[in-house]
């Protein structure tokens, strides 16, 4: 019983956010079936959980993303993306959750028919921390706490929403490079790298948590995401993805004394896609591993460093869009 009324508050926040417009940083296969040139509506429901709970905070989040393909060449608008396209990428998304509510707005650009193909790009990033923003320990300190006590989900599930919390506001930019190598039958490897300039106004001493990465951070801090990733197409509607990922903050220090660690951790995912409708609905499910880089920052087991994850993801169909008419 102790287990359920610890967990019952999360379960029902989780519950929440599965009606709720949300996204987060990482690699999205589907839109290398889903794409048009022109405009592209496209909605997802994901979720993931820890094998075993206590470390890593679940995730369960819904997303609803506009964006504009602008062909660079003499392409029609509603044409599927060809094997190595060139745009001009403009897009934009709301999101709302049980912890956060905003909007994003990027701008990319691949300019050359290459193999591979490199896309540079920037987007904005604007949350309101819906009374869920928490002083963090981001830094082993003498009677200050340990960010291995802190840094987990049991902390942040009864913490959450407590007399303490604010409604902060949060503002991100993100710059990243994109490199992807094109194979046959629609199969492909990817690099991408993310540098993220983060600026939260709080009134604890900085100390806060971001939800997207599931990780402390500092008032005005920098996040670094590197994303090896890749989807092999067996045929038509089935394909294998495999993800890597990597997050490291910065950290801060005053005179002779660290205020802020840098911390990390690294996960890999890999499982199958299925899609149907032209690439217009996808499904994926994957199973992963994730490990904080110094083992002073974990104080759990190798159970609770396991994930499983699923995706469901749609696109809406537009009338100028050729093979889904």
């Known amino acids: 019983m102790k287990f359920f009324g610890r967990h019952t508050r999360i379960f029902a926040l989780l519950l929440l956010s599965a009606v709720?417009?949300?996204?987060?940083?990482?690699?999205?296969?589907?839109?290398?079936q889903g794409f048009?040139?022109?405009?592209?509506?496209?909605?997802?429901?994901?979720?993931?959980?820890?094998?075993?709970?206590?470390?890593?905070?679940?995730?369960?989040?819904?997303?609803?993303?506009?964006?504009?393909?602008?062909?660079?060449?003499?392409?029609?608008?509603?044409?599927?993306?060809?094997?190595s396209p060139t745009f001009l990428r403009m897009e934009g998304a709301?999101?709302?959750?049980?912890?956060?509510?905003?909007?994003?707005?990027?701008?990319?650009?691949?300019?050359?028919?290459?193999?591979?193909?490199?896309?540079?790009?920037?987007?904005?990033?604007?949350?309101?921390?819906?009374?869920?923003?928490?002083?963090?320990?981001?830094?082993?300190?003498?009677?200050?706490g340990r960010i291995a006590e802190t840094w987990n989900a049991d902390y942040i599930v009864d913490n959450i929403w407590g007399e303490d919390d604010e409604f902060d506001y949060a503002q991100l930019f993100d710059l990243y490079v994109k490199i992807e190598y094109f194979l046959p039958k629609n199969s492909f490897i990817g690099f991408n790298m993310h540098y993220i300039l983060s600026d939260i106004s709080t009134d604890f001493e900085g100390k806060s948590y971001d939800y997207k990465i599931n990780m402390p951070v500092f008032s005005r801090d920098f996040v670094l995401d590197f994303e090896l990733y890749g989807m092999f197409s067996f045929?038509?509607?089935?394909?294998?993805?495999?993800?890597?990922?990597?997050?490291?903050?910065?950290?801060?220090?005053?005179?002779?004394?660290?205020?802020?660690?840098?911390l990390s951790y690294m996960m890999a995912k890999i499982g199958p896609l299925f899609s149907w409708k032209d690439g217009m609905r996808s499904l994926t499910f994957e199973l992963g591993f994730w490990k904080r880089k110094e083992d002073r920052f974990y104080d759990g087991n190798l159970g609770q460093e396991f994930i499983a994850q699923l995706k469901y993801q749609g696109y809406f169909s537009f009338p100028i869009h050729q093979n889904v008419r």
Not at 20 to 32: E, P
Not at 70 to 82: N, Q, R, S
Not at 99 to 109: K, Q, R, T
């Open 235 to 262: 045929n038509k509607n089935i394909a294998a993805l495999f993800e890597t990922s990597y997050y490291r903050t910065g950290t801060l220090r005053n005179g002779n004394t660290v205020e802020k660690e840098a």
């Open 20 to 32: 709720s417009f949300s996204f987060s940083l990482g690699f999205d296969a589907s839109v290398k």
């Open 36 to 83: 048009r040139y022109g405009p592209n509506l496209s909605w997802s429901v994901m979720g993931n959980t820890p094998f075993v709970w206590g470390q890593w905070l679940p995730q369960l989040e819904g997303s609803l993303r506009y964006t504009w393909l602008e062909p660079i060449g003499l392409l029609d608008y509603g044409a599927p993306m060809e094997k």
């Open 94 to 144: 709301v999101e709302l959750s049980p912890f956060f509510a905003g909007y994003e707005a990027g701008l990319g650009l691949r300019p050359f028919k290459t193999n591979p193909q490199v896309e540079v790009g920037t987007i904005y990033r604007s949350y309101l921390y819906l009374l869920s923003n928490q002083k963090m320990v981001t830094v082993d300190a003498v009677e200050g």
